[in-house]
Nanobody, 120 residues
Framework: QVQLEESGGGLVQPGGSLSLSCVAS????????MGWYRQAPGKQREMVAV???????NYADSVQDRFTISRDNAKDTVYLQMNSLKPEDTAVYYC??????????????WGQGTQVTVAS
């Protein structure tokens, strides 16, 4: 079992910045994918930024050059620095992790989500 603890988020004015962090705890062999998704009211959940195998990153086109994902492998923690925020970035942001268990099974987990609201 893996637990994801998210922190950060809140209310910010357009053009402002916020940062999110997510710590994965529990017993697993390795992390395959870790990152952030978001879901705005009435919309489907979408990928924002993730680390994939090999340490590569994927970003949604809508956040490219504004958001930066980083991680601390020793702490099983991923961060999301969000700059130049826009009202359309308003959503619940979810931490996501895809792990390989000690039994060799791939399992994914979601955090509870943290609200990010961009409004003046």
């Amino acid at each position: 079992q893996v637990q994801l603890e998210e922190s950060g988020g809140g209310l910010v004015q357009p053009g402002g910045s916020l940062s999110l962090s997510c710590v994965a705890s529990g017993s697993f062999f390795e992390i395959n994918v870790m990152g952030w998704y978001r879901q705005a009211p009435g919309k489907q959940r979408e990928m924002v930024a993730v680390f994939v195998s090999g340490g590569l990153t994927n970003y949604a086109d809508s956040v490219q050059d504004r958001f930066t994902i980083s991680r601390d492998n020793a702490k099983d923690t991923v961060y999301l620095q969000m700059n130049s925020l826009k009202p359309e970035d308003t959503a619940v942001y979810y931490c996501y992790v895809d792990i390989t268990s000690h039994r060799g099974m791939r399992v994914d987990y979601w955090g509870q989500g943290t609200q990010v609201t961009v409004a003046s």
